[in-house]
């Protein structure tokens, strides 16, 4: 049982979560967080064996559908124009391990 | 106010009958909302001019055409999650404030297609997180019953643009309650269909596993009839179903009778579960319900306390697997394809993205997500919570298999003053304990209201069996139809 010696490391889910928490965000949750792990740690008391865990709690199985594309110029126009950054057709991203400074939105508008 | 209280069917009614026009019922809606929304915050946008072309074309129709649309020119608001071509829908958040929606969601898809005029879309907590609508980014909405206090949420937008009487008609989306909650606190009625009854395709994603659109009105009769328009399978959608038995509108066009002259004169058998009558529960709230329970009981209906012991590990459930599932669906929002992009590099782009985009709250829940499913810890939370959900869902069953409804208060307090929740998280998630457990097992559950505690509105929940949803409209509707509800907010009428 890991809950007893339950360590939150708020650094670490900063980085889990790709979130850069404010000083004072980062103090109130490193002050709340704990108190809600502890409270939902009570499921602890519950005995699960041999229970099979419900991720889904529908009784539908296995539903098809045939496989063919449905393609809409007019929604795909639509999600393109809102990609922030594009060239031509396609999504412009920062190149991974990139370390030069690319533009912002606000820039590029400006 | 044009609409004086009238219910979508007499919208409905009136425009077929030629009494008056779609588009005067528009206008009016229009100016009303332009006159007495600053008040209430329940608006973020209102479609104008959309809605004005939408009423000119049904006043085009012939009246054949008309007679078939169900929702024949009335005028209903959207909760801002939901997609609507060429709209925003910001679903509260920074993070979506200039995003347009490529496409229309099935369940407003199918309003229009049935006469429905959208008349705008209402505010929100960011992503649905919350329980009081405080967490929108844009504004606060108020309670048209006392304006210092909370809509409850997360839906507020959408209860308060029916509770103040701008619309008759408006679609919420019920996660852990945030249909319900807010209609009862706001005196309306609100249902959270069962989970596959409506489609979620084009709903901004919460937790997919608990997400339903749900439909609020002052009426029951209204309930059902929206819902019997938004429901059913979608190719888009592959959790939706064609659930055994549909909304029935035949039923609802013949007006309801007293369940013991449909079910065979075997007497509606409603089953109380003590675990509801929940500590710290405020005991004006307890004695309404409790008063509801006696009413149902002179009138013939059946009370049968039975038991869901699990109850009390509900909220736990919900509050580990409602943020595991969030932050995995809101991972999505990196500021790459829509949204907002920050400068750096793909890394540091993401980071700053997501930092200035979120809330506190979705912070805390994404936060929350990452921890439950780290390497460390799934086991003993995540994998944990969906083995108590298994036992849950049995108990839930087993306990309604024998009734045909269960009963409680839709929450254990009435609305609170804006503010008085909103550092205190637990504080808050607690107002969701007793809508969780329907969420967590997928069923139905209706908000009717039941009177009024300290001046504000006490919601009365039914729950049911999977599938069931009209085994709950039954029961709402034959308790609002013993104790129908007189009273009127204080700031709901016009000036």
New interface residues.
Partial sequence: ???HS?H?D?A???Q??????TPE?HI??SA??P???A??????E?N?DG????????D?LN?W?DDIPQE?A??RD??L?????KKASA?Q?????????????E?VEN | MFLMGKTATQIREEIITKKTTARAVVDSVLADIAARDSEYGAFLEVFTDRARAGADRIDALSQKEKEALSLCGVPVAIKDNMLYTGEIASAGSRMLENYRAPYTSTAVARLECDGAIIVGRTNMDEFAFGSSTENSAFQVTRNPWDLKKIPGGTSGGSAVAVAAGFVPLALGTDTGGSVRQPAAMCGIVGIRPTYGRVSRHGIVSDASSFDQVGVLATTVEDVALGLSVIEGKDVHDSTTEDLRSSVDREILRSGWKLPQDDTNSRPLRIGVPKEYFVEGMDKEVRARIEEAIFVLKENGVEIIELSIPATEYALPVYYILQPAEAASNLARYDGMRYGKRAEGGLDESYIAARSAGFGIESKRRIMMGSFILSAGYIDAFYKKALAVRKILCDQYDNAVKQVDVLLCATSPFVAWNIGEKFNDPIAMYLADVLTVTTSIVGAPGISVPCGLAHGLPVGLQFMGRRGDDMGVLKAAQLYTSLAPFTHKPVHGKST
């Fill in positions: 049982m890991t809950i339950m939150i708020i670490k889910l900063e889990l979560s790709k979130i850069r928490l965000e109130m949750l709340q967080l108190s809600i792990f409270y939902v740690a009570k499921l602890q519950v699960t229970v099979n865990p419900a991720a889904y709690i529908s539908l539903v559908r809409d007019t929604v639509a999600a124009a809102l990609f922030p950054e999504l991203v920062p190149s991974v391990g990139a370390r030069t400074k690319k533009k912002s939105v820039e």
